[in-house]
């Protein structure tokens, strides 16, 4: 069993920036891949980022690519989401996701959090 909480959401106004973290206890952190997905009002689940157990595997939905950043410390059991020049569209719940797999790109991974909400005004 894997645990995990989000924290470091906000409002912040489009341009600025925000970082979430996703603190995992439970169960060997470092055996998991680690995912960002975001769910916006009336939308479906999608994916943002998502980083293998090394670190050596990072991919990004295009939507995101140059403005966010995915990294995670195994030492402190913890992923993080640096988010740059926030945009209106950026605005959902951010939910981070553990899978056993090399990375985790859809909504069947197996550990979910809570969420953080996002707010991005213009």
């Known amino acids: 069993q894997v645990q995990l909480v989000e924290s470091g959401g906000g409002s912040v106004q489009a341009g600025a920036s925000l970082r979430l973290s996703c603190a995992a206890s439970?169960?060997?952190?470092?055996?998991?891949?680690m995912g960002w997905f975001r769910q916006a009002p009336g939308k479906e689940r999608e994916f943002v980022t998502t980083?293998?157990?090394?670190?050596?595997?990072?991919y990004y939905a295009d939507s995101v690519k140059g403005r966010f950043t995915i990294s995670r410390d195994n030492a402190k059991n913890t992923v993080y989401l640096q988010m740059n020049n926030l945009k209106s569209e950026d605005t959902a719940i951010y939910y981070c996701?553990?899978?056993?797999?090399?990375?985790?790109?859809?909504?069947?991974?197996?550990?979910w959090g809570q969420g953080t909400q996002v707010t991005v005004s213009l």
């Open positions: 996701a553990a899978d056993k797999g090399i990375v985790v790109v859809t909504t069947a991974a197996e550990y």
């Open positions: 439970g169960r060997s952190f470092g055996d998991y891949a």
């Open positions: 980083i293998s157990w090394s670190g050596g595997h990072i």
